[in-house]
């Protein structure tokens, strides 16, 4: 349970004796905050940077604003001021590409990470910088991620005190964005392709790290930025009594439903929603049961891909290869094992998900809704942890659900591609006549159980309600400063003075 900040004393750790171990610990929680943004080239990341800093400051915070483009071309030894802003792009993922396959996949959040603790020792001082960690609130807004790989790293320095903050914004907007700062539309879809996915291993991955966000945010307009952005804020610190909006409540859903499946691929879960907000039927991807419904671990004959000879899409992929080697070979063409795994490699056949023993999350939460009541799926929201194949979706469409909200892209569906009649993104021809996929906006699941759990005394003794503000709260996600071994120390240099105090 969190407690106000002016509650504990914050302390260097071996630094006094006490007789509260409990309360040395809790000193000893950050007060830095690492944001890192993520958006899609011309999603607007400025207007979010100005946002987070502009707000952050309202709310007592130093901040630091780091740019990894500035980082990148500052380490490469290369002035991108003079270029307009099509060669800059270019530039600096030429020199992004470069640095990632000579240094490592890493290399920009560990500039990043070198840059925080630089920013910190000239603002605080090298000697103070342990104590100014859970003394001094601020935040260093990291601008901007491109790579799943430098998430992973600040995940592992800065655990719960780094969060990703994703941008969505439709595609019409972003390349009106572009044309507004001067660059031809061919340039355009060249640099929103390679920014997305990058067919250079060592290039830019934006569509794969954006799903990686802890909170999404849709670039609609200033205002609702803003608030979006204080809400955020204020739900790290478990201020203000937020609740979960009916979006963040059914992913949730979905995502607890994804956690049943033992699927050997992924794991994917399916939330239905009626208007009124209720969860109506939950899915998880897995193997059907007799009877109804999918295994369990606690059926009886539990025949699960794990305990019947492992995945079958790959086994079946891998019996399509022999045939197709069998092919070549038959027409005496060399290498005919090597063609063959480039044949799957290469082309749609990689894509292949038919020879799946599983049901599919979208599936299994409306055949559960149709076995289970008489509810009906009509007009009902489908939330999804993953964008939903082509064959879930002409399911969904004669299911007669009106909305699917999705996290994950999924490459290898065509969902729109086939049924571009009747389904609708917000940035591919939108209509009420169509099911509208959309992109999750709000707390990702990974946070919500910590956002939205009782953290700390919401009531005075008269049952009133308590209102804390930022300036006087931890983090709701508490980082410590120190390891487990260090606090086990502690603990024991304050019971062996207690010995000698009683004895
Ligand atoms: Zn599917």
């Given at each position: 349970?969190?407690?106000?900040?002016?509650?504990?004393?914050?302390?260097?750790?071996?630094?006094?004796?006490?007789?509260?171990?409990?309360?040395?610990?809790?000193?000893?929680?950050?007060?830095?905050?690492?944001?890192?943004?993520?958006?899609?080239?011309?999603?607007?990341?400025?207007?979010?940077?100005?946002?987070?800093?502009?707000?952050?400051?309202?709310?007592?915070?130093?901040?630091?604003?780091?740019?990894?483009?500035?980082?990148?071309?500052?380490?490469?030894?290369?002035?991108?001021?003079?270029?307009?802003?099509?060669?800059?792009?270019?530039?600096?993922?030429?020199?992004?590409?470069?640095?990632?396959?000579?240094?490592?996949?890493?290399?920009?959040?560990?500039?990043?990470?070198?840059?925080?603790?630089?920013?910190?020792?000239?603002?605080?001082?090298?000697?103070?910088?342990?104590?100014?960690?859970?003394?001094?609130?601020?935040?260093?807004?990291?601008?901007?991620?491109?790579?799943?790989?430098?998430?992973?790293?600040?995940?592992?320095?800065?655990?719960?005190?780094?969060?990703?903050?994703?941008?969505?914004?439709?595609?019409?907007?972003?390349?009106?964005?572009?044309?507004?700062?001067?660059?031809?539309?061919?340039?355009?879809?060249?640099?929103?392709?390679?920014?997305?996915?990058?067919?250079?291993?060592?290039?830019?991955?934006?569509?794969?790290?954006?799903?990686?966000?802890?909170?999404?945010?849709?670039?609609?307009?200033?205002?609702?930025?803003?608030?979006?952005?204080?809400?955020?804020?204020?739900?790290?610190?478990?201020?203000?009594?937020?609740?979960?909006?009916?979006?963040?409540?059914?992913?949730?859903?979905?995502?607890?439903?994804?956690?049943?499946?033992a699927c050997l691929?992924?794991?994917?879960?399916?939330?239905?929603?009626?208007?009124?907000?209720?969860?109506?039927?939950?899915?998880?991807?897995?193997v059907?049961?007799?009877?109804?419904?999918?295994y369990?671990?606690?059926?009886?004959?539990d025949k699960r891909c794990f305990n019947k000879n492992g995945c079958?899409?790959?086994?079946?992929?891998?019996?399509?290869?022999?045939?197709?080697?069998?092919?070549?070979?038959?027409?005496?063409?060399?290498?005919?094992?090597?063609?063959?795994?480039?044949?799957?490699?290469?082309?749609?056949?990689?894509?292949?998900?038919?020879?799946?023993?599983?049901?599919?999350?979208?599936?299994?939460?409306?055949?559960?809704?149709?076995?289970?009541?008489?509810?009906?799926?009509?007009?009902?929201?489908?939330?999804?942890?993953?964008?939903?194949?082509?064959?879930?979706?002409?399911?969904?469409?004669?299911?007669?659900?009106?909305?699917?909200?999705?996290?994950?892209?999924?490459?290898?569906?065509?969902?729109?591609?086939?049924?571009?009649?009747?389904?609708?993104?917000?940035?591919?021809?939108?209509?009420?006549?169509?099911?509208?996929?959309?992109?999750?906006?709000?707390?990702?699941?990974?946070?919500?159980?910590?956002?939205?759990?009782?953290?700390?005394?919401?009531?005075?003794?008269?049952?009133?309600?308590?209102?804390?503000?930022?300036?006087?709260?931890?983090?709701?996600?508490?980082?410590?400063?120190?390891?487990?071994?260090?606090?086990?120390?502690?603990?024991?240099?304050?019971?062996?003075?207690?010995?000698?105090?009683?004895?």
């Amino acid at each position: 349970m969190a407690d106000t900040a002016e509650n504990i004393i914050p302390v260097r750790l071996s630094s006094t004796i006490s007789s509260d171990s409990v309360n040395d610990i809790k000193g000893r929680r950050s007060q830095e905050l690492i944001v890192g943004l993520c958006g899609a080239m011309g999603s607007g990341i400025k207007s979010l940077k100005e946002q987070m800093i502009l707000c952050l400051k309202q709310n007592g915070y130093h901040v630091e604003h780091i740019r990894i483009s500035d980082l990148i071309a500052e380490f490469s030894k290369v002035n991108t001021t003079s270029l307009n802003n099509y060669q800059r792009y270019n530039t600096l993922q030429d020199l992004g590409d470069k640095l990632r396959e000579t240094h490592g996949h890493f290399i920009c959040a560990e500039l990043a990470v070198l840059s925080v603790q630089e920013r910190r020792e000239a603002i605080y001082g090298n000697d103070t910088s342990e104590l100014t960690k859970n003394t001094k609130k601020t935040a260093y807004i990291i601008d901007q991620i491109k790579h799943p790989s430098e998430v992973e790293l600040f995940h592992q320095v800065y655990k719960n005190n780094f969060y990703q903050v994703g941008l969505l914004r439709t595609v019409s907007e972003r390349i009106q964005n572009l044309k507004d700062e001067g660059i031809e539309s061919e340039n355009i879809t060249k640099i929103i392709e390679r920014d997305r996915k990058s067919k250079n291993k060592n290039g830019q991955q934006v569509e794969e790290t954006l799903q990686l966000a802890d909170y999404f945010v849709k670039n609609l307009d200033t205002d609702v930025m803003r608030r979006s952005v204080l809400r955020f804020i204020d739900l790290i610190h478990g201020v203000n009594h937020i609740t979960p909006s009916k979006d963040e409540s059914g992913m949730y859903s979905a995502y607890s439903a994804s956690l049943g499946s033992a699927c050997l691929s992924r794991q994917v879960g399916a939330s239905i929603m009626d208007f009124n907000g209720n969860i109506i039927a939950t899915g998880r991807n897995d193997v059907p049961a007799f009877g109804g419904g999918l295994y369990t671990s606690e059926s009886s004959k539990d025949k699960r891909c794990f305990n019947k000879n492992g995945c079958h899409n790959d086994r079946h992929k891998s019996l399509l290869k022999n045939e197709i080697k069998n092919i070549l070979e038959k027409y005496k063409l060399k290498d005919a094992d090597h063609l063959a795994d480039e044949i799957m490699k290469e082309t749609k056949a990689k894509y292949l998900i038919e020879y799946s023993r599983a049901v599919h999350a979208e599936m299994d939460a409306i055949v559960s809704l149709a076995r289970n009541t008489n509810i009906g799926t009509t007009g009902n929201t489908l939330y999804c942890t993953t964008y939903p194949c082509h064959v879930c979706a002409r399911h969904i469409v004669a299911a007669g659900i009106k909305r699917v909200v999705y996290i994950e892209p999924y490459e290898k569906s065509l969902a729109l591609q086939l049924h571009d009649d009747t389904i609708c993104q917000p940035d591919h021809s939108p209509s009420s006549d169509k099911v509208l996929f959309e992109n999750f906006e709000g707390v990702a699941p990974k946070r919500y159980a910590k956002f939205f759990g009782y953290n700390r005394k919401r009531k005075d003794a008269q049952g009133k309600p308590i209102n804390y503000s930022i300036e006087e709260s931890y983090h709701v996600d508490t980082q410590y400063l120190d390891s487990y071994g260090d606090y086990e120390s502690k603990v024991i240099q304050n019971l062996k003075s207690k010995f000698e105090i009683n004895i």
